[in-house]
């Protein structure tokens, strides 16, 4: 159990435009997800923290305009780059934990998002 | 000084061999503390996950916490190829789901 997984798994896109990655927790209800960046060689980074059917937390540093996160339903949180460019290239990475507050977080694959 | 300190490697090491990975850390706040194995251009994958002080055992792979020298320990016995990974370490506070990350260890299982 505690399968989440992200679509697209890779995406290339052009500078200027908007990219919609998923992450869906499969087999279990996921209170809270998260949405993490991870640069070459580096660890991961906490962008924001959503708890579904509310606004999102994000960490200081990070602009939420850019980085829309929505939190739809207990299965479901999506991360929209809006406006992306060349220094977005990344590799975005969501989990999932069952509970608000300490618990568990289910990692997704990952999607590695190219701009040009 | 970074909250969470890990030593990035490279690390190799002859299959069969025990492995030892470390992370310190500073905040002693932290309560829980977790190791995640991160194959290329994956996901992290949960390994071990304790709660304050003590030993944890789970297969080949022990866990360790000491926190009064807040230090904490993943030991890999008889590696195999298939352990080739980078071993992340993490860590929260009670009552607070924030995860914080050491920048990984890059470990090669020579066969």
């Known amino acids: 159990g505690a399968v989440v997984s992200q679509h697209p798994s890779w995406v290339i896109c052009k500078s200027g435009t908007s990219v919609k990655i998923e992450c869906r927790s499969l087999d279990f209800q996921a209170t809270t997800m998260f949405w993490y960046r991870q640069f070459p060689k580096q660890s991961l980074m906490l962008m924001a923290t959503?708890?579904?059917?509310?606004?999102?937390?994000?960490e200081q540093g990070v602009e939420k305009d850019k980085f829309l996160i929505n939190h739809a339903s207990l299965t479901l949180s999506t991360l929209t780059v809006t406006s992306a460019h060349p220094e977005d290239s990344s590799f975005y990475i969501c989990?999932?934990?069952?509970?608000?507050?300490?618990?568990?977080?289910?990692f997704g694959p990952g999607t590695r998002l190219t701009v040009l | 000084q970074k909250e969470v300190e890990q030593d990035p490697g490279p690390l190799s090491v002859p299959e069969g061999a025990i492995v030892s990975l470390n992370c310190t850390y500073s905040?002693?706040?932290?309560?829980?503390f977790m190791w995640y194995r991160q194959y290329s251009r994956k996901g992290p994958e949960l390994l071990m996950y304790?709660?304050?002080?003590g030993n944890k055992e789970d297969g080949r792979f022990t866990a360790q916490v000491d926190k009064s020298s807040k230090y904490i320990s993943l030991f890999i016995r008889d590696s195999q190829p298939s352990d080739s990974a980078t071993y992340l370490c993490?860590?929260?506070?009670?009552?607070?789901?924030?995860?914080?990350f050491g920048t990984g260890t890059r470990l090669t299982i020579i066969p």
């Open positions: 993490a860590m929260s506070q009670a009552g607070n789901e924030k995860l914080t």
């Open positions: 304790t709660y304050s002080s």
């Open positions: 959503s708890n579904e059917g509310s606004k999102a937390t994000y």
């Open positions: 989990s999932a934990a069952r509970r608000v507050g300490t618990d568990t977080q289910y």
């Open positions: 905040n002693s706040a932290f309560q829980y």
